[in-house]
């Protein structure tokens, strides 16, 4: 029974994994060279690490039984004040005042996500009208902050994102450092149990002595910490932040949460199967560009698809597991 | 004309190789009460299914007034005049009270447009029928359980129903609206309705039914008149076990007198009760009793952090302490066991070892990852210990029932090792056999030198269980009743 308890966790991770091989070998079969260039592989690395860390961030709120609309332009705001401050401080690319303004930039994604928290737990706003709120305020800060333009970043701050240690661009291997920190942050310590069980039910939480304020502000403030990780390096790949940057990201984050494992009313979900579904994804688009005979026009309708076939199928599992 | 108005015989439902009812014989006499009777699980509520037609039997046969049924569709058994009201079920809780009276009536005459004068005109006399005085206009969520069970009464009687089926209707009820429900009851009566009443309480049980059927595990295990009927055949027939006497208190021996109180109130105010003093020692086991409104939950709450207190000191064993968050609470030593174990007490989809050990996560932080392994070991040591009955602890709690979630939620509590525990309404949907196994480990925690405070509004299990009560009014406290004094009719006396 200790494995069933086991795999029952872990179901979501492995479902997910067996889904990316499939892929993998039928875009192999079906594109051959195209799709499995290393080229190929660090365009996908690069691409993916932003809206995967958004992902994570996007799962813990959906743990604690919330939801956070307000990631990509906590990333955007953050990578805005980055650019700025090194526009200010560190034009020629000094080192030093390249750091300060990395420190800065995560700081704000902290604070972003603490207010998320705050308005969520102590104000006690829904999660979903909480972060629109902030959404907006976010993105029209950046807005004001940049006079509605794109903000270029100096030259020399894009060279991180193109750095690769033993092949790997550094931007994937941040997704994965981070996809490892949070999975056991989540499913091996208190604070994850807690996060968990906090959207399991909240009152029950309550009687059970959690102190569910703090436990949903720091889920935000983690998940803003992620945001503003994938602001600088957005930052640093494309060399400019805009606004209103990536905002197809928003909903794409959800998706991936869902398709990770994650339950939307709160209380399951792992990282692990997060983390690989944001693969699944970035494969399955990859593929999409790598066909000749399949036009990217398809890509939204078949990501819908996939959403819903397999809440689909998760709903009725359940139903079923409800009845035994 | 025969004499009964029900009667099943050998009705069989079996759901995917469990066998839900077997041979269940179920005879009701026209115009008497008849009660229906059994713990949790034991078939009530599938043999009302079937004869209410939304679920049939798969064998035997219902004869209903007369007329033998293979199996009886909804339609059918609301023609035929059987009416069932659900504890909470039977009404829109979103409509005004005008529009629940009607809507019946309404729909049986296949209007198509919706009329709201003579709906007006439906809902007066149906409430007529029970002599009801009800706002029309009021929206059915905002009244109390009773008024909507009486809502649901009164409907089922403008549909001339012959046969009502109550489904536990006094859980949620207060007694002086049980004695308001009793009345129509007899009311009902004597106008020649016969009743089947679910219930597992026993006293009410004696108060309103002619005769009993008692079921256990799917099927009929006695049968006949309820006045005959003692409490310890009934205890026997519910749970198939015989309880030695429980009335054992071994009250002063246990009872550390010569020690500082393990709690003390003094004056003791916070929102929903005022002035409450009293104190409790280790070893003993005090209730606070009183009707729903009381102020006893409030009370319990407040000492666990819940809610805040506006006045008045908690003294913990000599140091006076202040209570604002459940952290505060279970420093000083305090546990409480909550008044609804469903939506306060457990996490349901959870597994057990991790409702059990969710207050010890910062005891089982080894470096900084969880040692799932020691948490996993002394969950299984409280299972074995207060005998929670199931096949593995890493099951959702979800899946025991009442008695051995209930017994879930001590463990956890008791697993922080408390000084003070307080329980409200610890036997709330409790079978009898987990009930008696509840107060057995109440008293032996007791004996073990822990003070414990049960609130509670069952009277039998005040007197029985406690050694001293407090008596609670409207939020204030009004006085105790302890030793000899504590019986079920002063009790009675002292809550009205």
Known sequence: ?324 | MSEYILDCKGVCKSFGGVHALQNVDLRVKRGEVHCLAGENGCGKSTIIKAISGFQPQDSGTIEFDGKVYQSLSPSVSIDQGIQVIYQDMSVFPNLTVQENLAINTVISNKQKIYNHRQQREIAKKVMATLGLDLDLDDLVETLPVASKQLIAIARALYAKAKFLILDEPTTALTRKEVERLFEIIRDLKAKGLSILFVSHKLDEMYEISDSITIMRSGQTVYTGPMATLSEEDFTHYMTGRDFSDVDNKHAEERIQRDTQPAIELNNLSGSGFAGVSFKVQPGEIVGITGQLGSGRSELCNTLFGIEKATGGTITCSGKQVTISSVEDATRNGIALVPEDRLTEGLFLPVSIMENITVVNFDKFTKGLTLDSPAQIAESADWVKEIHVKTDDHLLPVQTLSGGNQQKVVLAKWLSTKPKILILNGPTVGVDIGAKYDIYALLRDLAKQGLAVLVASDDLTEVSRLCDRTVVMRGGIMTGEIADQELTVENLTKAIM
């Open chain 1, 1 to 324: 029974m200790a494995t069933a308890k086991k795999l029952k966790i872990n179901s979501d991770f492995l479902r997910m994994l067996v889904i990316l091989v499939v892929i993998i070998i039928a875009a192999t079969i079906t594109s051959g060279s195209n799709f499995f260039s290393v080229i190929s592989f660090q365009t996908m690395a690069k691409q993916l690490t932003e809206y995967g860390l958004m992902s994570i961030a996007l799962s813990m709120a959906m743990i604690t039984g919330g939801i956070d609309l307000s990631t990509v332009y906590i990333a955007n705001l953050c990578g805005a004040i980055a650019s700025l401050t090194i526009s200010a401080i560190a034009p020629e690319g000094q080192i030093l005042g390249i750091i300060f303004a990395c420190i800065l930039a995560l700081a704000l994604g902290l604070c972003c996500g603490a207010l998320n928290g705050f308005l969520v737990s102590v104000v006690g706003v829904p999660p979903m009208l909480a972060t629109l709120g902030t959404y907006e305020l976010f993105s029209g800060i950046t807005i004001v902050l940049s006079n509605g333009q794109s903000i270029q970043v100096i030259p020399q701050f894009t060279v991180f994102a193109n750095v690769e240690i033993l092949g790997i661009p550094l931007p994937f291997i941040v997704f994965i450092l981070m996809a490892v920190i949070f999975s056991i942050l989540l499913g091996k310590t208190a604070f994850g149990r807690r996060m968990h069980l906090v959207g399991v039910n909240p009152k029950a939480s309550r009687f059970a002595g959690i102190n569910n304020e703090k436990t949903i502000i720091m889920a935000y403030m983690l998940g803003g910490l992620l945001c503003s990780i994938a602001g600088l390096i957005s930052l640093s790949r494309v060399s400019s932040v805009k606004a209103d940057f990536g905002s197809s990201y928003v909903m794409m984050t959800i998706l991936i949460a869902v398709l990770g494992g994650c339950n939307p009313a709160g209380g399951w979900g792992e990282i692990p199967g997060v983390a690989t579904a944001v693969l699944v994804l970035q494969a399955i688009s990859q593929w999409l560009t790598a066909v000749p005979w399949i036009n990217g026009y398809y890509r939204q309708a078949l990501y819908g698809i996939l959403l819903l076939g397999f809440m689909t199928y998760k709903f009725y599992r359940d139903k079923n597991m409800g009845r035994r």
